[in-house]
């Protein structure tokens, strides 16, 4: 009979038992724990959800804010872009009334020197430092004057233009990003969960470098504006400055022209009053000069007159000197010979004497008359000067408010 071989080694039924009962466990307490997990997972997986809404719900509120911030400032900027904008073509009017101010000034002082010139071809005493003169001399350093200080309104004002344009720029340019900005958040803002093209990007989630803080954002939006404004109203200023700088200048100018034409009309008024009398006295000397010729020669002829009477009383005394002996007698007839000889020879030299009188004062009347000529033709030439060649050419001055 075969002899039965013992199996291995076996457990006991306790060891059975035992190690059931640690299944037992262990499963359950795997199954617990896993049950746990899965609560703790829901529960989790719902507060994430929870908080990735809230997070996301957050999240647009401030795309919301920064949105109504970013639209806010676009507005301010546009206002004040409008603003320098309007005040640039305003001012860049205002540039164009000083340049044709400035060319305005060109044929007033042209005339005004054109007459100092003119003037300078008076004659002899005429060429006098009369008020006409010093008005004319006065009009040229106004315009001159008024040419300096619309000159430097002129660089006043492109300088200002210059600075309005780069505040507008800098508006311009803020304006600009401003739009970029808003069109990208109103995108983003927009964007779902569910929206398409949206995918993952690694390393987005970081603050740039070169970013500003959102006081620093508002802070340089804020400067531009106040820049702007600043530039605006120096330029609201500088028009007026330039406004009553033009009427002042315009009246200057109108003023001083006045009194160049008044002084001018006084004098011609005061130069054919002199020449008027001027040429009364030289008809007046020329006829005495005629009369005097006349009574030149009624004494020439009165001298020759004589020449027979003294023949005759001289021949008559030669004559007596022939009476023979004592018939040479100084009788009354020699004495009134001798006297009637002495009396022509008084009577001659009266004559010549009064003769050269005559001839001296009819030299110093020829003298007056060529002296009064030459006055005449001076003062004829003097009222061409201011009456014809100036005062004609200064009708053409017709100053209008600048």
């Not at 508006?171 to 995918?199: A, G, M, Q, T, W």
């Not at 006084?266 to 008027?276: H, P, V």
């Not at 030299?349 to 000529?373: F, H, T, Y």
Request: hydrophobic share 35%.
């Amino acid at each position: 009979m075969a002899k039965l071989v013992q199996p291995p080694t076996r457990f006991t039924h306790q060891d059975w038992t035992t190690s059931n009962l640690t299944k037992y466990a262990n499963a359950e307490t795997e199954r617990a724990a896993a049950e746990r997990l899965v609560d703790e997972s829901k529960r989790l997986s719902d507060e994430t959800e929870k908080r990735t809404e809230k997070t996301q719900r957050d999240v647009n509120k401030k795309f919301e804010q920064r949105l109504n911030d970013i639209r806010y400032w676009k507005n301010e900027l546009d206002d004040k872009l409008a603003g320098v904008t309007t005040e640039i073509d305003n001012l860049l009017a205002f540039q164009t009334r000083v340049e044709k101010a400035l060319e305005a000034t060109h044929e007033p002082l042209h005339i005004a020197k054109q007459c100092l010139m003119n003037r300078e071809k008076r004659r002899a005493i005429d060429l006098v430092h009369d008020d006409v003169q010093k008005e004319l001399i006065k009009e040229v350093e106004a315009i001159e004057g008024v040419q300096a200080l619309l000159q430097r309104s002129l660089e006043q004002a492109i300088e200002q233009v210059r600075l309005n344009r780069k505040a507008k720029f800098q508006l311009e340019k803020d304006l600009k990003d401003k739009f970029s900005v808003l069109s990208i958040d109103e995108y983003c803002e927009n964007l779902r969960n569910n929206s398409p093209n949206i995918n993952f990007k690694d390393g987005t989630a970081r603050i740039e470098s070169n970013s500003v803080s959102p006081e620093e954002w508002e802070d340089f939006s804020h400067k531009n504006i106040e820049k702007a404004e600043r530039e605006r109203q120096s330029s609201v200023s500088l028009r007026s400055l330039i406004d009553g700088i033009l009427q002042q200048t315009s009246n200057d100018m109108r003023k001083q022209c006045s009194e160049v034409n008044v002084a001018f009309n006084k004098r011609i008024a005061e130069s054919k009053d002199t020449k008027s009398k001027l040429e009364d006295h030289l008809n007046k000397v020329l006829a005495q000069m005629k009369e005097m010729e006349e009574n030149i020669a009624r004494l020439q002829k009165a001298i020759q007159d004589k020449e027979q009477p003294m023949k005759l009383a001289q021949t008559r005394l030669d004559t007596r000197t022939q009476r023979p002996n004592v018939e040479l007698c100084r009788d009354p007839v020699q004495y009134r010979l001798i006297e009637e000889v002495n009396e022509i020879e008084s009577s001659v030299a009266g004559l010549q004497s009064r003769l050269a009188d005559a001839e001296a004062s009819l030299k110093g009347l020829i003298r007056n008359q060529l002296s009064l000529e030459e006055d005449i033709e001076i003062k004829s030439n003097t009222l061409f000067i201011d009456e014809v060649e100036c005062m004609g050419m200064r009708k053409s001055i017709n100053i209008q408010n600048f």
